[in-house]
């Protein structure tokens, strides 16, 4: 009795809510925008339609027999076993049906895989939880995350309506940007736990695997933003890891390419820069939104038996230099930020979290600094490598 009132319940809850719900609804596999996405779907109807017609043959064969040669119209059961003409049949005509499903199915399985001949590569990281692009013909390396808007959204007691935030939870601060016309090579492979690349219009998905390369490839014709998310449960976050490909014309990628490299110069030249406590805090307060607030909570009181509270916390508000250790090689759940935020990134958050949340320790850390642990890292891997040898 108690599960049935619990079904009813749940049924009722379920009802209410559908008014609320914001989905998309659709019965079909997308088309997408490659060719090779027009393969997956040709050969997906392809197939469906093949099952439809032997669903219909084999039903309305078996409900045409049970209705006309019923037992009410005087037919008798005919009797006979071991007919090697009726297993013949049966036998060779699924076979046969198979055989020219695996044809196509073949072709655009190998078509999925060959990743010959490319114009270009890109290496894709997952992390928990945001994407690492590295271009490695140009060198343009960055982070991609959720955008500030959905992320503010998300946050329980936020006040806004995520209806009102544009793209909400499939929009990006830094969106992978790709040339059209181009066959383009992409590697994949994790920084912690199991993630998947899918962005639907490209059809197709790959895991990230931590310790494993796998490649996959896309060819985009149409100019355009394609969007997509993280496949594969990663963690608490999971809902909140987008994809965005945005696909130009070469020109406008040409000169995208530049902007990102004059972007680069101009970072390098905010390492070097002295930053006042007031600079540092207002950008250390928008780096502390986008990577650390999911896990320490907004206003830094974490998640009980989770993620340490950074309100009071010791490691906080004790040595700079051990903090920045910490946060630089990461430690359990915690990520490697050393790898994921620019110098002056890094300096910021450090100097945010040690006087705001509830901390007032009064001190800071210039981007010049992180710079020179950053530059000093390769040279200690060096040292440990000639150790071992």
């Known amino acids: ?41 040709d050969l997906h109807m392809l197939i469906l339609w093949i099952c439809v017609f032997i669903g219909i043959a084999v039903f309305g064969a078996m409900f045409y027999s049970i209705y006309h040669h019923r037992k ?9 076993h071991e007919s090697t003409k009726v297993e013949i049949i049966w036998t060779i005509i699924p076979t046969l049906i198979l055989i020219g499903m695996a044809i196509p199915a073949t072709k655009t399985m190998l078509d999925l895989d060959d990743v010959q001949d490319a114009d270009m590569s890109i290496k ?28 503010r959204a998300r946050q329980l007691g936020s006040g806004i309506d995520p209806r009102s935030v544009p793209h909400y939870l499939l929009n990006v601060d830094h969106p992978l940007v790709v040339p059209v016309n181009t066959k383009i090579r992409f590697l994949f492979t994790a920084a912690d736990v199991l993630h998947s690349w899918w962005v639907p219009d490209l059809g197709w998905k ?7 390369i796998n ?59 002295e930053w006042t406590t007031d600079e540092l805090m207002a950008k250390g307060e928008t780096v ?45 759940m915690m990520p490697a930020f050393g790898q994921m935020l620019s110098e002056t990134e890094f300096a910021a958050v450090v100097t945010y979290t040690r006087n705001a949340l509830g901390n007032s320790v009064g001190d800071s850390v210039q981007p010049a600094a992180i710079k020179s642990l950053k530059s000093s890292a390769p040279m200690d891997e060096e040292e440990d490598e000639d150790d071992e040898e």
Request: net charge negative; charged share 20%.
């Open 215 to 273: 490649e996959a490839w896309t060819y985009v014709e149409k100019p355009g933003t394609y969007r997509g998310q993280c496949a594969e449960l990663c963690g608490k976050d999971h809902g909140f890891m987008p994809i965005v490909v945005i696909a130009m014309e070469q020109d406008d990628y040409n000169a995208w390419v530049e902007s990102q490299k004059a972007g680069a110069e101009v970072e390098k030249q905010q390492a070097d820069k």
């Open 1 to 41: 009795m108690k599960k049935t009132k619990q079904l009813f319940a749940s049924l009722f809850l379920m009802s209410f809510g559908l008014g609320t719900a914001q989905a998309e609804y659709t019965l079909n596999l997308r088309q997408g925008v490659t060719q090779i996405s027009q393969e997956v779907y």
């Open 206 to 212: 790959k895991d990230t695997v931590p310790g494993f």
């Open 124 to 151: 894709v990281t997952g992390w928990q939880w945001k994407w690492e692009y590295e271009y490695l013909d140009n060198g343009i390396h960055f982070f991609s995350t959720l955008d500030e808007a959905s992320n």
């Open 288 to 332: 502390y939104t986008n990577n650390c607030a999911s896990c320490h909570m907004a206003d830094g009181a974490g998640m009980e038996g989770t993620f340490p509270a950074l309100t009071g916390s010791s490691v906080v508000t004790g040595d700079i230099d051990a903090q920045i250790e910490l946060m630089y090689n990461g430690k359990g």
């Open 72 to 80: 009410s119209k005087g037919h008798v059961a005919s009797q006979f």
